[in-house]
Structures are given as C-alpha cells and as structure tokens.
C-alpha cells in the first residue's frame, strides 16, 4: 500500500481538494483508494455523505488511530491511501508525514503563502521522506505557458530544497464546484482543463515516485 500525505500548516492551500481529487482518479483507475480524514473540520466526510458512487472510501479519525487503520488498511489489500492533515497541527501532521511515502505540500503562488510554507517543510525533512510543494489556486495559463507569479514562485520555493512539481493547478471554479454533488473534477468536467491539470499532476506523481 502506498500512502500520500497532504501537509500544509497553513489553512486554505487546498489540501482537501487536491485529497478528494487525486483519491477518485486512483479510484478509476482500479486502485483501492482510501481517504483518512484526520482534520477536525471533516470536510471530507462531508463530501463522502453527498457522494452516490461506493469508492473513494473516507475514514473520519484522529491522528491516533492512523497507525492501526494504516495496518487494516494492509490487511484489506489497499493499494492507496491518502492522509488529509488539518492545518496548525504539527503533532498530527508529524504522524501523518511518518507514516507518507510521499507528502504533498499545496501552496498557492502569492508571497504569503510561500513564506509560510517552511514550517511544514521542516516536518517533512524530519520524516526523512520523499516531499513535493504542489502550486495550487495559480493564476491561469496564457498563451505562452505559466504566468510570471508562477515561475516567480517556482524560483522562490528553491530556497526549501524541495522538489516543486511542474504540473501546477490554476484556480478554477470546476475543482470546487465538483464537489458539491459528491463528484470530483474528472467526473464534472472530463474533457476541461480544470480536469486535464488535476490528471496531469496524478501522472507526474505516478511516474516519479513509482505508485504501481
């Protein structure tokens, strides 16, 4: 079983958007897929009550019952899990990035939030595993490729050390919208762009660090 942690001390990067996404892309792919929402706020499980299809699952719990629903989940044959931290709890997120094979930090491109992004690095380094800060809520694309917030933001994050994933995450109305009804973007919109970027991300994911 794989697991991918989603970290970000600071609130409203979009981490449970990009949890619920990612989850239900592995889900069509054939992947048993499941979300442990550890966040007090539940928005997860939230989302779960409104959905009609049976998969992703989601597990609402606290941070001291993922290790022992990380070894059922093994024992279940699950092939993903995907953590969502609540933000401004570092013991949690402590647990959930030693538990990660992979974390994903979200962060959107304005000076604030880049700056702010260096207490959740710290966790990852002192997990000792493999972390990526994911560009979330960027401006949209022109024609010549990524606007210059973004490309300012990917020469800022350098600083941390961490890989910055090239597929970035404009921010579209879709990736919220599609969640109202319990769907994710690839379910709402499957041929838009909103869809075709979250995709993009899972692939790159898939294909750097080996998923299956």
């Given at each position: ?10 609130g ?6 990009l949890s ?7 889900a ?21 009550k409104r959905?009609?299809l049976e998969?992703?699952?989601?597990i ?17 044959n ?9 933000p401004?709890s570092?013991?949690?997120s402590i ?6 094979d992979?974390i994903?930090?979200p ?12 207490a ?6 002192k997990?000792?595993t493999k ?8 401006p949209?694309p ?12 990917r020469?800022?994050?350098?600083v ?10 404009a921010?579209r109305?879709?990736?919220?919208h599609?969640?109202i ?15 075709s ?6 692939r ?9």
């Amino acid at each position: 079983m794989k697991i991918i942690t989603l970290l970000a001390q600071k609130g409203g990067t979009g981490k449970t958007t990009l949890s619920i996404h990612l989850a239900v892309i592995a889900a069509a792919a054939s992947k048993k897929t499941v979300i442990a929402d550890i966040d007090p706020q539940q928005s997860a499980m939230f989302w779960r009550k409104r959905r009609q299809l049976e998969d992703p699952q989601v597990i609402g719990m606290t941070a001291s019952n993922l290790n022992q629903t990380i070894f059922d989940l093994k024992n279940k044959n699950t092939d993903l899990l995907v953590i969502d931290t609540a933000p401004h709890s570092e013991s949690d997120s402590i647990i959930a990035a030693n538990a990660a094979d992979i974390i994903l930090i979200p962060s959107r491109p304005a000076i604030l939030d880049l700056e702010a992004i260096g207490a959740s690095v710290n966790i990852v380094k002192k997990a000792e595993t493999k972390g990526v800060i994911v560009l979330n809520g960027c401006p949209f694309p022109g024609w010549f490729g990524e606007t210059a917030i973004v490309t300012e933001a990917r020469d800022a994050l350098t600083v941390y050390g961490l890989p910055v994933a090239p597929v970035s995450l404009a921010n579209r109305v879709a990736f919220s919208h599609s969640l109202i009804d319990g769907r994710a973007v690839t379910e709402f919109d499957q041929k838009g762009k909103a869809a075709s970027e979250m995709e993009g991300l899972y692939r790159w994911i898939n294909e750097e660090y080996m998923l299956w």
